[in-house]
């Protein structure tokens, strides 16, 4: 088993929540078939470098499953929650340990939930005019779902009017190509079964998933060295 061992500092806030996402770079969208398997996907993701943690409400106990990641895990991941689309599943994973809210849709009232919770709201839109309503809603960032239709030049196109926007495209990402993401102006990405491989879940194979990750963390510093 990886130990963790990095550490954040307390995050009291959904801005500092969203910060520190953006200064991570890449989340990795956990959604295993058991919940017991969520603990040592995060402990490998983390050991290579990825360590902003979304569990998927699809994970079967779900919310036991954040409320152990975030008891164990403590500051050294960044524990969130996705697929929620409703207000009350929103304020119960962030009681559970959540500290940002993912969904794949925009709906107001999840933002709200999640923000008065004291969580960092990252909603779901696809077309600019669903992206700039999430934003001005007060999304701290929205993602961009699914993202495998469009690349990372709609990223580039969208921002190019609106540079204000932070998003964060989820789907079509993949350790190799995150920081092409990043490099067209993505604030973030988010990464599922190109990361978490139900394959290599099924096999218990940890070190091949802190690889991944690590090419994943490889790729976004590289673009945010580019940038700099």
């Not at 996907?41 to 779900?62: D, N, R, W």
């Not at 990252?122 to 005019?129: Q, S």
């Amino acid at each position: 088993m990886v130990t963790l061992t990095q550490s954040f500092p307390p995050a009291a806030t959904r801005e500092a929540v969203a910060r520190r996402i953006e200064a991570l770079g890449a989340l990795a969208v956990v959604r295993v078939q058991r919940a017991d398997d969520v603990l040592p996907v995060a402990q490998a993701l983390h050991a290579g470098g990825v360590s902003a943690i979304e569990v998927t409400m699809t994970v079967p106990g779900a919310l036991d499953a954040i409320a152990r990641l975030a008891r164990e895990a403590g500051d050294d991941l960044l524990v969130g929650v996705g697929s929620v689309l409703d207000e009350d599943t929103a304020r119960r994973a962030v009681e559970a340990g959540a500290r940002f809210v993912v969904s794949p849709v925009f709906r107001p009232l999840v933002l709200q939930e999640a923000q008065r919770q004291g969580a960092a709201a990252l909603p779901g839109a696809f077309t600019p005019t669903e992206i700039l309503r999430a934003h001005e809603a007060g999304a701290d960032l929205v993602k961009v779902f699914p993202s495998d239709a469009l690349g990372p030049s709609f990223i580039k196109g969208v921002r190019a009017p609106m540079p204000f926007l932070k998003l964060c495209p989820t789907g079509g990402v993949t350790p190799e190509n995150a920081g092409e993401w990043i490099r067209a102006g993505a604030a973030a990405v988010g990464l599922g079964s190109t990361l978490v491989d139900t394959r290599l879940v099924a096999a218990g194979d940890w070190p091949a998933i802190t690889a991944l990750a690590r090419r994943t963390a490889e790729s976004v510093a590289a673009a945010h060295g580019g940038a700099a």
